[in-house]
């Protein structure tokens, strides 16, 4: 079972632009290289920010900051990307830079807020998402209300849950990895750290549930393993 510390939905100031027919100024479509494995991902911009489209695979394991494939498949991992504890979503052990150096579970970072741009585990030039950011994303297609339908993808969703995917952001369903090591909900649900903590043992998380049309933003235990999407610096 998914433990939830705090909710909220990502709502944001929502007046204005909550029709399904608000289309951002600028959507465009890219590649990225990291030059660290050398593995390529799509890219879209949204408006004024430009995000990956796929999930993060970068294998980090540094200690106790672990990343993992659904199911312990490397398969999983070539389809969903990889499933990141925060601490190695933050990139606790400073390997590329020390923003999240120290973050992790029962431990408080000294700076997280929406004015703190965390590189975490992300390509050089690239960072974790903070809350005003995903705010702003959801803004930008439409609402938070009905984001979830705009940016999850067109297939691979259980139930009749498939999105638009009008933006070409193409969330996929990869589920999540508990605490004590078992894998939950592929097919049924995407889940993405912020770089924002609520406290020790709480960050947040933002989610997509088939069932659902909008996104919410969660508090959640930092030892959960959760998908990983970076947005331009």
Same mark, same amino acid.
């Given at each position: 079972?998914?433990?939830?510390?705090?909710?909220?939905?990502?709502?944001?100031?929502?007046?204005?632009?909550?029709?399904?027919?608000?289309?951002?100024?600028?959507?465009?479509?890219?590649?990225?290289?990291?030059?660290?494995?050398?593995?390529?991902?799509?890219?879209?911009?949204?408006?004024?920010?430009?995000?990956?489209?796929?999930?993060?695979?970068?294998?980090?394991?540094?200690?106790?900051?672990?990343?993992?494939?659904?199911?312990?498949?490397?398969?999983?991992?070539?389809?969903?990307?990889?499933?990141?504890?925060?601490?190695?979503?933050?990139?606790?052990?400073?390997?590329? =830079?020390? %923003? /999240?150096?120290?973050?992790?579970?029962?431990?408080?970072?000294? +700076?997280? *807020?929406?004015? !703190?741009?965390?590189? &975490?585990?992300?390509?050089?030039?690239?960072?974790?998402?903070?809350?005003?950011?995903?705010?702003?994303?959801?803004?930008?297609?439409?609402?938070? =209300?009905? %984001? /979830?339908?705009?940016?999850?993808?067109?297939?691979?969703?259980? +139930?009749? *849950?498939?999105? !638009?995917?009008?933006? &070409?952001?193409?969330?996929?369903?990869?589920?999540?990895?508990?605490?004590?090591?078992?894998?939950?909900?592929?097919?049924?649900?995407?889940?993405?750290?912020?770089?924002?903590?609520?406290?020790?043992?709480?960050?947040?998380?933002?989610?997509?549930?088939?069932?659902?049309?909008?996104?919410?933003?969660?508090?959640?235990?930092?030892?959960?393993?959760?998908?990983?999407?970076?947005?331009?610096?």
């Amino acid at each position: 079972m998914l433990i939830v510390a705090a909710m909220f939905v990502a709502c944001g100031d929502d007046s204005g632009t909550s029709s399904s027919n608000v289309i951002p100024n600028e959507i465009s479509y890219g590649t990225l290289k990291d030059s660290r494995d050398n593995q390529t991902y799509k890219t879209v911009t949204i408006g004024s920010q430009t995000w990956m489209a796929e999930n993060l695979n970068y294998n980090y394991n540094e200690g106790s900051a672990k990343s993992y494939c659904y199911d312990d498949k490397t398969s999983n991992c070539d389809k969903y990307g990889r499933l990141y504890l925060w601490s190695a979503a933050m990139d606790s052990a400073a390997v590329f =830079s020390t %923003a /999240g150096k120290g973050c992790g579970y029962g431990k408080t970072c000294a +700076s997280t *807020g929406s004015a !703190t741009l965390v590189r &975490g585990v992300c390509p050089e030039g690239w960072h974790l998402p903070n809350d005003d950011e995903l705010n702003a994303l959801f803004i930008a297609v439409g609402g938070a =209300s009905i %984001a /979830g339908t705009k940016l999850k993808s067109s297939s691979g969703w259980n +139930s009749s *849950g498939n999105g !638009t995917d009008s933006f &070409g952001f193409a969330v996929l369903p990869a589920g999540y990895r508990g605490h004590y090591g078992y894998f939950f909900d592929e097919g049924d649900d995407a889940h993405f750290w912020s770089s924002a903590e609520i406290d020790g043992v709480n960050a947040y998380r933002w989610t997509f549930i088939y069932y659902y049309e909008l996104v919410n933003i969660f508090g959640n235990l930092k030892y959960d393993g959760f998908s990983v999407r970076c947005v331009k610096d």
